[in-house]
């Protein structure tokens, strides 16, 4: 019986990506301690590809940084749903939110970039997703990616 968080999912037309292992670094992509769960920053992967290869602002526009974020949140739910054991029901509040957004130096608009991870976030949690947040725009980013992003969520126990 799917939950309503994978019920919402479905009504959305959203499909979680795999939750792809870490490519170089040798880190556990989330972490449970107590209530709250710590989910390393997820790139935008697709069909274990990654995608969106270089800088906002320059190769790519707002509207596909947003596209970038969205992609990039929807890695890190699956990076969650896969610590929960395949339940996002459990997640209480996603408390905060951080991206980091590889930029053209020129580029301003990082905070709303981040937002295509926030909007898809609050689409699929309503409430429970509304986030603290921190966009950070930087020089580089591993593998050349247009952006990263983190959560840190408090959880109810199985």
Same mark, same amino acid.
């Given at each position: 019986m799917a939950g309503r968080i994978e019920a919402r999912l479905a $009504? =959305?037309? &959203?499909? =979680?990506p795999e939750a792809g292992a870490p490519k170089a670094a040798k880190i556990l992509t989330a972490k #449970?301690?107590?209530d709250w769960m710590y989910v390393s920053g997820a790139v935008p992967r697709l069909d274990g590809e990654i995608r969106y290869v270089g800088k906002v602002g320059r190769e790519f526009s707002l509207e596909e940084g947003q596209a970038a974020a969205r992609l990039s949140a929807l890695n890190m739910l699956a990076h969650a749903r896969k610590a929960l054991d395949g339940d996002?029901?459990?997640v209480r509040d996603i408390v905060n939110v951080r991206g980091f957004i590889n930029i053209d130096p020129d580029f301003t608009r990082i905070a709303e970039? =981040?937002?295509g991870a926030s909007e898809v =976030? #609050?689409?699929i949690f309503g409430d429970r997703g509304r986030h603290a947040r921190t966009a950070v725009g930087v +020089?580089?980013?591993p593998f050349g990616? +247009? &952006? $990263?992003v983190e959560a840190q969520m408090r959880i109810d126990p199985p």
């Open positions: $009504e =959305l037309g &959203i499909v =979680l #449970i301690s107590g996002l029901d459990r970039t =981040l937002n =976030l #609050i689409e +020089a580089g980013m990616v +247009a &952006i $990263e």
